[in-house]
């Protein structure tokens, strides 16, 4: 039973997406089958009877948020992993199934996921962290300025506070604590690039709203906010101009492009994480982002 309804999922999954999948078999009919299947081989049902409450959160950040607010009572599952890139992920047959049964879907929001499909499918099960957010120009990288870490932390926090309500306290007090860290960093950020230059250029534009937060100047290679997006000669010629000036780009990871424009203007590539593939900690990679940004704009 459960093989054929995978198969279809399989097969439907391919031909239209996820959501629509979801949203066509209906999610009552798919639950009580899969209730039924797991009854019969006692799997996830001792799970749901001990009341443990599960969120599928969507990549590193928002995993890494919704483990700080849910502590030892949540149990999170990442559906993107280490290594993949989340811009154009394509969830896998096992995570359709993780995201049907999961009490929370945790989203950065702002067309991130769009590998989701519909998100009206999920209904009351997803939260999207972006909510609380001021959101520029629909660049989805909000999460790369710690004080919206929080924001999107505390989204989650309340949550599960709604449809957990005994332990409540716990998670907004998690939030708070989370706050407080994400706090402390962003004093850090400004206190370290107090007197710096300011202009920084990157491999794709992820550090759009880092930029804007800390008085900055981003000059992306690739405009767009996808890392695969096309770049136009017109911003090659100006990352590479500024990349002569600074004598840096600040790049995910080294790519025929950005080794061809740093060798053309003369410049080092330094890595910038933006926790996309990255295997975290969110707070060390910020760290680390830190000192890369010091060394390249702070030295001169
Ligand atoms: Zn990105």
Redesign the pocket.
């Known amino acids: 039973m459960k093989t054929a309804i995978i198969a279809g999922i399989v097969a439907a999954a391919a031909a239209v997406g996820v959501a629509a999948v979801l949203a066509g078999m209906g999610p009552d009919q798919m639950d009580g089958q899969m209730m039924a299947d797991e009854m019969a081989d006692g799997g996830m049902m001792a799970d749901e009877m001990a009341g443990g409450i599960t969120v599928a959160a969507s990549f590193l950040p928002i995993y890494e948020f919704a483990t700080a607010v849910g502590g030892n009572t949540v149990s999170v599952s990442q559906l993107v992993p280490p290594g993949a890139e989340p811009?154009d992920w394509e969830p896998t047959v096992r995570q359709v199934q993780e995201l049907q049964e999961a009490d929370i879907i945790a989203i950065n929001g702002i067309h991130f996921e769009e590998w989701l499909g519909d998100l009206d499918a999920y209904g009351g099960a997803l939260v999207d962290t972006s909510a609380p957010v001021e959101v520029m120009h629909e660049d989805?990288?909000i999460w790369l300025v710690p004080t919206n870490a929080a924001l999107q932390a505390r989204e989650i926090a309340m949550a599960l506070a709604e449809i957990d309500p005994g332990n409540a306290d716990e998670y907004m007090s998690n939030a708070d604590i989370f706050t407080a860290e994400m706090d402390a960093l962003d004093a850090d950020i400004r206190a370290g690039l107090e007197g710096c230059g300011t202009e920084f250029v990157t491999a794709?534009g992820?550090f759009s709203y880092f930029a804007e937060e800390y008085g900055l100047v981003q000059h992306a290679i690739i405009a767009g906010?996808?890392?695969h997006g096309e770049a136009s000669p017109h911003d090659i010629g100006d990352a590479a101009a500024h990349a002569a000036e600074t004598g840096y780009i600040l790049a995910e990871s080294p790519s025929r492009l950005v080794d061809a424009t740093a060798a053309e203007a003369g410049a080092e590539v330094l890595i910038l994480d933006?926790l996309?593939t990255s295997e975290g900690p969110y707070e060390d990679v910020m760290r680390r982002n830190l000192g890369v940004l010091q060394q390249a704009l702070c030295t001169q």
């Open positions: 811009h989805p990288h794709h992820a906010g996808d890392p933006p996309e």
